[in-house]
C-alpha cells in the first residue's frame, strides 16, 4: 500500500485502522473500542483497556527471546565513556529501581519529577516511573532552578530523581544545586528526592530527604509491572506557552504505545532491531517519544548521546556514531546541520566514515531551511526528511512517510499530513482558505491517539489555547499554506513563541523576567532570524523616568536574570534601550513589524500605528545590534 491507499484508509475508518494498529501491542485487556467521546471536544483513546508502557517497552521484548539484544547505547564523547545495555539488563535495573521508589513510597498515579541529562539512568527512570503507573515529569537541564520551581508546583511530585550534574562543553551543569534551590524556591516538597552521583562531581546529599541511587536500591524487591487504565497518564512535558506558566502537556498511555509503535516502521522505516537514532535530549518531546519510548517499545536499539554536534571533539562526531553503531534512521534538529555544515561546509568528516548502513535523516523541530537540506542531501546522498511536529502531538503530524512510501520531496516542506490529521488552513474568521494562501493551520478533531488529551490541571486554558478559536478543530498556533499538491508549508508562529536551536521558548515568560527588573518600565521581545540557531530572542526595554544610570549596566542585569529565572537555554544575549516601543493606538505592541525591520524585511506600515516615527527609532536601536541592516 502506498501512502495515498493508507491515508485513505484512515479516512475512511479511523477507528477500524487504530484499532488494527493497537494489535502491536501487548494489552493486559484489549481496548473494546478506539475512540471515547467524552463530548464538548474532548476525547480519549482506548479508555477502557489495561496496559503497562514498561512492559511492551522492556519486558516483552525479553519475553519474546530478544532479552540479549542490546536496547540502548550510551555514548558520551564528553565523559569518553560508551555502554551498552541489552534488554534483559534494562528490565533488571528497571524493576530494581521501580522496586525501591515502591518501597518509598511511590505509587499509581503519583508525579515523579526527574531532572537528569543525558544518561542512560534517566531513560530508566523514566521506564521504573511507567512500571509503576506513576506520571513522571522530565525537565530539561537547561532550565534554571525557578523553571524547576515551577514544574514542581504545579506537578506536586512525591519524588524528584536527579543526577549530580550535567556536562556541558566545557561546564558542569551543577544540577543538585539548582534542584536545591528549587526545591527552596517551590511551595510544594517532595517526600524525597534520589540522586545519581556522577564521578565528574558528587553532590552534597541532605540527610533524610535525598537518598543515593544506587544505595537506595540496594535489597529490595524487584517491582512487577502494574497494568493501567488505557487514559491512564503516560507523562507530564511542560512546554513553552505564550505567558511564563508553561503548559502540561499530559499523554495517555494507550495512544502512545499505540501511535508511537506505528511510526516507528510507518515513518522512521526501521524494523525491530535495527538502530534508531534522534540526537535530541530526554528534556524534549523527541526524547521521551523517539529516544525511550517509540524505539523500545518497537524493539529497537536506541541511543542515548551526550555530546553536540560540533566539538565534543569535532564536527565528525554525528558520522562517527552513525558508522559505530550502524544507525539506520537519524533524527535530528536543522540547526545541529547548520552547526556542522558552518564548520565542515565541503564535508570532509563525511568522507571520514562509511555511512552504508544509513538509509535517511529526519529533520524537526523548526523550519528546515533549503539551503542545510541541500547540503545534507549533497553530503549523505540520503534521502533527508523534514517533518513537522509539536510537544503536543507527540509524533509527527506532517511528514514525508518514508516507511510507507517516499514521496517527492519539497524543499521548504514538511510534505503532508499523516494519518490522524487533515491539516486546512484557515482565515482569522474560520473560513477555509483556498491552495497557496496563508492562514491559521488547524486540524479536525479528534486529534489521533498519542496526542495530548489536555493540559495538566488547566483544562480551562487548553480548551482557550487550542480549541476556541475554531471550534471543532485543534489550533496548532502555526500559520502557513498547503500547495496544489497537498503539501504544507510552515511558515511562522501565530503567538509569542519562538525557536531557539530546535528549543521551543516562551518571548512572553522573558518578557516578565525583564519587566521584574526595577528600572524596567515597559518592555517586549522578539525572535530575530539567526543564521545557525534559526531565531534568537531580542529583547527592548523602556526605562522608569528618572533612571540615569548606564544603559548597559541595566541590560547586563536583565541578561543575567533571563539566565538566571529561565535558564542558559533561553540564549537571551541581545538586549536594547528604547525611548519607546512601537504600538496600535489602541496599545498592542508591534512585535510583528519589529521582526521585519530587524530581519531587513519589508514591510507595511501598520494602518493602526500610533507614531511611526518610533520604527524609526527602533530601526537604529537593532543596527546597534547588527540588526535591520
Ligand atoms: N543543560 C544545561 N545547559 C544547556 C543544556 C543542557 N542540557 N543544553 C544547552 N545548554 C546551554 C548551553 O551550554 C548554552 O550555554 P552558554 O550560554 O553558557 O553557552 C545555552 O544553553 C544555549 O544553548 P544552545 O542554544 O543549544 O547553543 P549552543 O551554542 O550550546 O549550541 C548547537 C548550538 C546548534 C550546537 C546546539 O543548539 C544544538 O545541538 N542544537 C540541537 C538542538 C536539538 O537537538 N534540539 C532538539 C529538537 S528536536
Ligand atoms: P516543539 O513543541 O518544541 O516541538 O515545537 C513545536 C513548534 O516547532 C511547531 O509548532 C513549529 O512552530 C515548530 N516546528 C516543528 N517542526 C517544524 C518543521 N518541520 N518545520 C517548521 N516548523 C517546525
Known amino acids: 500500500m502506498g501512502y495515498k491507499d493508507v491515508y485513505d484508509s484512515w479516512k475512511s475508518d479511523p477507528e477500524a485502522f487504530w484499532m488494527d494498529a493497537a494489535k502491536a501491542i501487548d494489552w493486559d485487556q484489549p481496548p473494546s473500542k478506539a475512540l ?48 551498552e545495555i541489552s ?75 536527579a543526577a549530580s ?94 501511535a508511537l509503535n506505528w511510526t516507528m516502521k510507518n515513518i522512521y522505516n526501521v524494523d525491530p532491531g535495527d538502530v534508531f537514532w534522534a540526537a535530541s535530549d530526554v528534556g524534549w518531546v523527541v526524547g521521551h517519544s523517539y529516544i525511550c519510548y517509540g524505539p523500545l517499545i518497537h524493539g529497537n536499539t536506541t541511543i542515548v ?99 510507507i512510501e517516499l514521496l517527492p520531496v519539497k524543499l521548504g516542506s514538511p510534505s503532508v499530513p499523516l494519518p490522524g490529521y487533515d491539516m486546512k488552513i484557515l482565515d482569522d474568521a474560520g473560513n477555509e482558505l483556498p491552495r497557496g494562501e496563508l492562514g491559521a493551520i488547524v486540524t479536525p478533531l479528534p486529534l489521533p491517539p498519542g496526542t495530548f488529551p489536555n493540559l495538566w490541571n488547566a483544562e480551562d486554558r487548553f480548551k482557550k489555547s487550542y480549541l476556541s478559536n475554531f471550534p471543532g478543530y485543534y489550533e496548532t498556533g502555526d500559520a502557513g499554506m498547503i500547495d496544489e499538491d497537498g503539501y504544507l508549508y510552515i511558515m511562522a508562529r501565530t503567538d509569542d513563541v519562538i525557536n531557539v536551536a530546535g528549543h521551543r521558548l516562551s518571548t512572553g515568560a522573558m518578557e516578565e523576567v525583564l519587566a521584574d527588573h526595577p528600572d524596567v518600565a515597559e518592555c517586549a521581545v ?57 504600538k496600535t493606538r489602541s496599545g498592542k505592541i508591534l512585535r510583528g513589524t519589529m521582526v521585519s525591520i530587524a530581519d531587513s524585511q519589508d514591510y507595511k506600515m501598520p494602518a493602526t500605528i500610533d507614531d511611526p516615527a518610533i520604527l524609526d527609532e527602533i530601526k537604529v536601536a537593532l543596527q546597534g545590534l547588527g540588526y535591520a541592516k
Not at 530527604?209 to 509491572?225: I, K, L, M, S, T
Not at 565534543?312 to 537519524?330: M, N, S, Y
Not at 533612571?547 to 535558564?567: C, F, L, M, N, W
Request: glycine residues 10%.
Open 305 to 403: 548521546f551526550e555530546g553536540k554536534p560540533v566539538g565534543t571533539p569535532d564536527a565528525g562526531t554525528f558520522w562517527r556514531v552513525i558508522e559505530e553503531h550502524k544507525v539506520k534512521t537519524f533524527f535530528t534538529a536543522p540547526t545541529a546541520f547548520r552547526a556542522v555544515k558552518r564548520e565542515d561546509p565541503t564535508g570532509e568528516y563525511v568522507k571520514k566514515y562509511d555511512l552504508s548502513g544509513l538509509d535517511q535523516v529526519f529533520l524537526a523541530g523548526e523550519r528546515a531551511d533549503p539551503d542545510t537540506i541541500v547540503w545534507a542531501q549533497d553530503q549523505l546522498q540520503k534521502p533527508i526528511i523534514d517533518h513537522w511536529w509539536q510537544t503536543e502531538l507527540g509524533f509527527p503530524g506532517v511528514c514525508n512517510p518514508v516507511g
Open 165 to 258: 550534574c550535567g556536562l556541558e562543553p566545557g561546564r558542569v551543569v551543577h544540577y543538585k544545586p539548582l534542584l536545591d534551590g528549587a526545591i527552596d524556591l517551590a511551595d510544594h516538597k517532595p517526600d524525597f528526592c534520589v540522586i545519581f552521583q556522577r564521578e565528574q562531581e558528587v553532590a552534597q546529599l541532605i540527610e533524610g530527604r535525598d537518598y543515593n541511587w544506587h544505595g537506595f536500591q540496594y535489597g529490595v524487591e524487584p517491582a512487577e509491572c502494574v497494568p493501567v487504565e488505557g487514559n491512564h497518564p503516560s507523562y507530564i512535558l511542560y512546554t513553552s506557552g505564550t505567558t511564563g506558566a508553561p503548559k502540561g502537556v499530559i499523554r495517555h498511555t494507550a495512544g502512545q504505545l499505540v
Open 526 to 582: 522578539i525572535g530575530v532570524s539567526d543564521s545557525l540557531k534559526g531565531q534568537m530572542p531580542l529583547g527592548f526595554l523602556c526605562l522608569n523616568a528618572g533612571v540615569d544610570r548606564d544603559h548597559a549596566e541595566v541590560v547586563k542585569e536583565v541578561v543575567k536574570s533571563v539566565r538566571e529565572k529561565i535558564g542558559p537555554v533561553a540564549a537571551f544575549k541581545l538586549c536594547c534601550v528604547v525611548d519607546r516601543l512601537p
Open 87 to 161: 534488554y534483559v539488563e534494562l528490565r533488571n535495573r528497571v524493576a530494581n529501581l521501580a522496586g525501591a521508589l515502591r518501597a518509598k513510597g511511590v505509587e499509581k498515579g503519583d508525579r515523579v519529577i526527574i531532572y537528569m541529562p543525558m544518561i542512560p539512568e534517566a531513560l530508566e527512570a523514566m521506564l521504573a516511573c511507567a512500571r509503576l503507573g506513576a506520571i513522571h515529569s522530565v525537565v530539561f537541564g537547561g532550565f534554571a532552578a525557578n523553571e524547576l520551581a515551577v514544574r514542581i508546583d504545579d506537578a506536586k511530585p512525591k519524588a524528584i530523581i
Open 36 to 83: 471515547f467521546d467524552l463530548g464538548d471536544h474532548m476525547y480519549e483513546w482506548f479508555a477502557d483497556a489495561k496496559v503497562n508502557t514498561c512492559y511492551n517497552a522492556v519486558d516483552r521484548h525479553v519475553e519474546a527471546g530478544r532479552g540479549e539484544q542490546t536496547a540502548i547505547i550510551y555514548d558520551s564523547p564528553i565523559t569518553h565513556t560508551k555502554r
